[in-house]
Structures are given as structure tokens and as C-alpha cells.
């Protein structure tokens, strides 16, 4: 009899429940991306760097450091895409979204609230006056609970366009961690060599200053020279030989620094040992895209906005505990005994819940500003981003042209010292010129070597920072390099990932990433 109006109560809510689903609405804001009204008005050519390139000079700027034709950085930012602790961890936190991802789809499915069993027996004995009743019998029970809310209002729809959009958040910091560590590397990998030129400068002027501090002091015992010479040349000599050790210390530090990026602990680079020579003629950079476009497909800017996304979600979220949750509530049991004529028992048992909370003193009203409030500041947070975006790109095109145009000059200059040094010894040596001049051609010949590199040096820098600063450098990394072999096996040793850990991760096209069905 139970069973049969448990049945009739339950065919009674089908159609009821239906209804319901029909109409059920999504509370809260739909996602649009933030609108950069300045971006309309930004039409800058990077000071004369926009132009149509032929096929000989473009550049992929996924793998931007190609432009160098140097195999040393080539293999350095290979290795330290599949070594880097930084890249490693951006990739462990797309595992993580993606399971988060996986909670929020299941809230929406029936819940097992309650499974439970038990098995009795009882051995009962009389003893004493009237004796004689003894029994024994076992008892079973099994059940379990199955609870449904209904999504009326959105709450989990919202839950899961919340993070999804996370995941998609963390799939371009990813990528974003990618263009930040091609850069480091480059980088670093210029310094060092530029650190390198800098002993070398250093040291040949170095031994450039000796002679003259010697050929001063021979002439002084000789009587032939003041000591005032003497005192100025050894000045000068000890003053640039205490530069080399500086600047080995730096060497060091670069190098150490680059290890840190290759994940190694400070040491020797055996990839650096045969590293020498000038730093590389850097052609112009070409831009072929408008700045406009490679601005709104930079990571980082992706990553605010999906980040504005997985906030608007939230607000959602917050405005459905206004309204009540309406729980299906279902119940199967079964309980049995072997004492003679006990009935068998099954139950089933059906029926809605109401969960309302009336009187929630502002806490729901509030927690709906709290959202919105971390919404708004997570827009504000898109548009800063597209700012110093626009800032850097801005910054690195001026610096790429301005220490291009200084190239010329400062190489000049730097001859023109050089052939000041020899005229100053060639006089000073015939008697038609003091020992300042010497020291001054001296000093003059070091500075503008040190400036000449140190401009060779920045100009590269900023070519770099201008490839980062327009996105360039990462490419969609499949989900099986995300971390290595061996620390995929011990996250499956230790936990059951399902095929989270194998499972194709969606595509960015047009610099954002689309949907693929991340729910499951």
C-alpha cells in the first residue's frame, strides 16, 4: 500500500517538476567582455615600426627568439620549457581548474546522501522460575537517500560558467607564463654574454692602463718623469682593474639566475662554456598586425578578462539565495527478519523539499554588493591591464627605435676614442703632449667602448621586451607536456584522475579559447 502511493506521488511530480525546469530562469549578469574605449583612438605605427613586410623578413613571433639565429638561446628557452618550476606550476593549476570545473558540473546532477545497511542477530536466553522461552532470530536493514535540487534560479548553471571561465583563465596564464620566461631567458642569456664583453673591455684597457702605469714608472726612478704622472697612471690602472671583480661577481649572478629558470642549482652552464664573441646585429623588428589586435590577444589582458567572466558568475550565484531551493527528496529501504510470520518491509518513499531563507538579516543583500564589488574591480582590473599593455608596447618601440638610431653614433665615437689614444701616445711620446692627455684618451677610449655595448646591449633588451610586450612566445601546450612523465605517474599513484591528466585540453583560436565541453 506504501509502495503503491509512493509510486502514484512520485508519477504526480514528474509532470509538476517539468514544469518547473521549463521555467526556471538564470539569475544575474550575462558575461560581455569589458569595452576599452581608448583602444579606438590607438592607432600608433610604433613610431615608423608598422609596416608590410616581404616573406624574408616576417617573423613568427611564437618562437620570436628565432629572429637571433643563435642554436645557444634556442636550446636554453627549450630546456626551460619543460624544466621551469614557475611553467610547471601555471600548468598543475590548469589540473586544478579543470577538476574544479568537474565539482561545479556535478552539483548539478542527483546527490547520494545517505547509503546504509545493517545485519542483527540476537541469541536471547531466560533463566530462573519460567524458564523456557529462549529464541534467537538475525535482522536486516538496507537503504539509501537520494536528494536533487533543482537549478531554478541558476545557481549551478552560474557555479559551472564561473569555472569554466577559471579554467580558460588558467589555460592563458599558461601561456602568459610561457611569454614571460622566453623573455627571462633571452634576457639573461644577453646579459651574460654582454657581462662577458664587459670583463673583456675592462680587462684590455686594464692592461692598456699597466704599461702606461709601467713605462711612468720607470720613468720617475729614471728622473725623467714627475711623480704626479706616476700617482695618476697607477690611480687609473687599480681603478679599472677593480672593475673585473664586480663584474664577475655579475657573471656569476647571471648565470646563477639563468639556472634558477633551467631549474638546475647554481653551478656551472655547460651550454655557456662556449659562449663568446660580439653581441648579434638585431635587424629592425617588423610588426605586421595592427597593435590594436596584438594587444587584446596578449595573455595576461586574456587572462583579466576571463577572469571579469568567472566574477560575473559569481553575482548569480550570490542573487539565487534570495529565492527558495526546492529539493526532490527519494527513499528506498528494506528491512526483513527470519522470526516466522514478520512481514518483509520495503520502502519507498518520495516527495519535494522547501529551503527558504526568509529572514536573512542583509546577509544575502550584502553578499550580492560583495560580488558585485569584486566584479567591478575585477573590470577595473581588465582595463589596467590593457593599459600597461599598451604602456609596454608603447615603452619598447621607442626604445627599440631610439637605441637603433644611438648605434651609429656611439660606434663612431667609440673608433674615434681609440684613434685619440694612439695620436695622445704617439705625442706624448715625442715630447709634444703631457701625460694627461694620455690618461684622458685612456679614459675617454674605456667609457665609450663601456657605452657602445651597453647601448648594443639595451638595444637588444628592448627588442625583446617588444616581442613580449605584443604576446609573442607561447604556443598551445598539449596536456601531456603540462608536467613531466614522472610527475604525472605519481599524481596517479596517489590519486584517481579519471583521464583529467590525458584528456585534449581546447584550442585558442583568434588568441581566446573556446568552449569544449569541460564539464564532465
Known amino acids: ?37 581608448w583602444l579606438k583612438a590607438w592607432q600608433s605605427d610604433l613610431y615608423g615600426q608598422l609596416e608590410r613586410p616581404d616573406l624574408q623578413t616576417q617573423v613568427d613571433l611564437r618562437f620570436w627568439w628565432h629572429a637571433f639565429n643563435d642554436p645557444v638561446l634556442n636550446d636554453l628557452i627549450e630546456t626551460a620549457r619543460l624544466e621551469n618550476p614557475s611553467l610547471r606550476i601555471a600548468g598543475l593549476r590548469i589540473l586544478e581548474s579543470r577538476a574544479v570545473l568537474g565539482i561545479a558540473g556535478a552539483n548539478q546532477y542527483p546527490q547520494l546522501q545517505q547509503l546504509n545497511g545493517a545485519a542483527t542477530y540476537v541469541d536471547q536466553r531466560e533463566s530462573g522460575q519460567g524458564a523456557g522461552r529462549d529464541q534467537q532470530f538475525a535482522a ?4 539509501f537517500d537520494l536528494a536533487w535540487e533543482l537549478d531554478f534560479w541558476g545557481r549551478f548553471r552560474r557555479g559551472v560558467e564561473s569555472a569554466e571561465a577559471g579554467f580558460f583563465a588558467s589555460i592563458a596564464n599558461q601561456q602568459d607564463v610561457q611569454v614571460l620566461l622566453s623573455a627571462q631567458v633571452a634576457d639573461l642569456y644577453y646579459l651574460y654574454r654582454t657581462t662577458l664583453l664587459r670583463i673583456d673591455i675592462a680587462t684590455r684597457n686594464a692592461a692598456i692602463q699597466k704599461r702606461s702605469f709601467e713605462i711612468t714608472q720607470r720613468l720617475f726612478r729614471s728622473g725623467e718623469e714627475s711623480e704626479l704622472d706616476l700617482q695618476s697612471a697607477q690611480a687609473q ?10 663584474l664577475e661577481a655579475n657573471l656569476v649572478k647571471v648565470r646563477n639566475a639563468l639556472s634558477v629558470l633551467l631549474a638546475r642549482m647554481p653551478g656551472d652552464m655547460p651550454e655557456l662554456t662556449a659562449v663568446g664573441g660580439p653581441l648579434p646585429d638585431v635587424g629592425p623588428t617588423v610588426i605586421t598586425e595592427l597593435p590594436v589586435q596584438l594587444l587584446l590577444r596578449r595573455r595576461d589582458v586574456r587572462t583579466a578578462a576571463w577572469q571579469v567572466a568567472a566574477q560575473s558568475a ?51 543583500r550584502n553578499n550580492v554588493r560583495v560580488q558585485d564589488a569584486r566584479l567591478q574591480q575585477a573590470i577595473e582590473q581588465f582595463q589596467n591591464s590593457t593599459l ?36 695622445a701616445n704617439t705625442l706624448y711620446q715625442e715630447g709634444y703632449a703631457d701625460f694627461d692627455r694620455v690618461l684622458d684618451a685612456q679614459r675617454v677610449m674605456f667609457t665609450q667602448a663601456e657605452r657602445e655595448l651597453l647601448n648594443d646591449s639595451a638595444h637588444i633588451s628592448a627588442v625583446i621586451t617588444m ?11 598539449p596536456v ?41
Open 1 to 37: 500500500m506504501v509502495a503503491c502511493a509512493a509510486r502514484r506521488i512520485g508519477l504526480a511530480l514528474v509532470p509538476a517538476t517539468l514544469a518547473l525546469l521549463t521555467a526556471c530562469t538564470t539569475l544575474g549578469p550575462d558575461y560581455r567582455e569589458p569595452d576599452v574605449a
Open 140 to 143: 536486516y536493514s538496507a537503504g
Open 237 to 246: 690602472y687599480l681603478g679599472t682593474l677593480a672593475l673585473i671583480p664586480e
Open 314 to 364: 559569481q553575482i548569480g550565484i550570490a542573487k539565487a539565495d534570495y529565492f527558495p531551493s526546492i529539493t526532490l527528496l527519494g527513499r528506498i529501504g528494506w528491512t526483513s527478519d527470519d522470526v516466522d510470520g514478520t512481514p518483509e518491509v520495503r520502502t519507498i518513499a518520495a516527495g519535494p523539499a522547501l529551503t527558504w531563507n526568509i529572514l536573512d538579516y542583509g546577509r544575502i
Open 388 to 423: 600597461l599593455a599598451a604602456q609596454e608596447i608603447d615603452d619598447a618601440a621607442i626604445s627599440v627605435v631610439k637605441t637603433g638610431e644611438q648605434q651609429e653614433p656611439l660606434s663612431g665615437a667609440a673608433r674615434a676614442a681609440e684613434r685619440s689614444l694612439d695620436l
Open 467 to 477: 616581442y613580449k610586450a605584443l604576446g609573442g612566445g607561447w604556443v598551445d601546450t
Open 480 to 520: 601531456e607536456e603540462l608536467v613531466p612523465d614522472t610527475v604525472r605517474e605519481t599524481m596517479e599513484a596517489r590519486t584517481n584522475w579519471g583521464d583529467l591528466l590525458t584528456r585534449p585540453l581546447p584550442a585558442s583560436t583568434d588568441g581566446q579559447a573556446s568552449p569544449s565541453g569541460e564539464r564532465r
